[in-house]
């Protein structure tokens, strides 16, 4: 299956810097980047609950923001979201 991961790392701090870089290196192991926080994964299940577990230990919930997408399946579209602004409003325009 192909996911897009987003991410958004609150890099006020230098823990938070580190873990901008973190969550950058884990998403290169399993993909490539497309925009500067935007990876696209070919991924099998095994892998993609691995590559959640990781970034889910990495990031911080209260401070940061992760999405994962899964794409190329029209009729059944999945969507996981973690930490901050995990609100997702069907009736405005979704911008990856």
């Given at each position: 299956m192909q996911i897009v991961v987003a991410y958004d790392v609150n890099t006020e701090t230098a823990a938070g810097r580190r873990r901008l870089r973190k969550v950058a290196q884990i998403c290169l192991n399993f993909g490539q980047r497309v925009q500067k926080s935007v990876f696209e994964c070919q991924v099998n299940q095994a892998q993609l609950e691995q590559l959640i577990r990781q970034l889910r230990?990495?990031?911080?919930?209260?401070?940061?923001?992760?999405?994962?997408?899964?794409?190329?399946?029209?009729?059944?579209?999945?969507?996981?979201?973690?930490?901050?602004?995990?609100?997702?409003?069907?009736?405005?325009?979704?911008?990856?």
């Open positions: 230990n990495e990031i911080d919930e209260g401070e940061d923001s992760l999405r994962l997408y899964r794409i190329m399946e029209p009729r059944d579209r999945h969507t996981y979201a973690y930490g901050i602004q995990h609100v997702l409003d069907f009736q405005e325009p979704l911008i990856l």
